[in-house]
């Protein structure tokens, strides 16, 4: 599974803006998909996932702020951000976890300045 992220740029606080990663295969069998994300000096981090089923699960710090979803027809993930800090600048990589292997994106930057 190749997986293309897109999306990311410069927003101010309190703004938003919309991930996306597009698979060059169907996802509709893949079991989990994921936004994952990794600020300078830090280890990457879990952000959200969505299984196939769509159910989701987020990290407290994005919670009530972001939004994970799926559109199977298009072979699309969405990560929507709204409220936006400055503390959710980093690279996001999307991730699917199919057939217990694990496919990465190649990172969209997002940073939100002050």
């Known amino acids: 599974v190749q997986l293309q992220a897109s999306g990311g740029g410069l927003v101010q606080a309190g703004g938003s803006l919309r991930l996306s990663c597009t698979a060059s295969?169907?996802?509709?069998?893949?079991?989990?998909m994921g936004w994952y994300r990794q600020a300078p000096g830090k280890q990457r981090e879990l952000v959200a996932i969505?299984?196939?089923?769509?159910?989701?699960n987020y990290a407290d710090s994005v919670k009530g702020r972001f939004t994970i979803s799926k559109d199977n027809g298009k072979n699309t993930m969405y990560l929507q951000m709204n409220r936006v800090k400055p503390e959710d600048t980093a690279v996001y990589y999307c991730?699917?976890?199919?057939?217990?292997?694990?496919?990465w994106g190649q990172g969209t930057q997002v940073t939100v300045s002050s």
């Open positions: 991730n699917a976890d199919k057939l217990q292997h694990d496919y």
């Open positions: 295969e169907s996802i509709s069998s893949i079991s989990i």
């Open positions: 969505i299984s196939n089923m769509d159910s989701t």
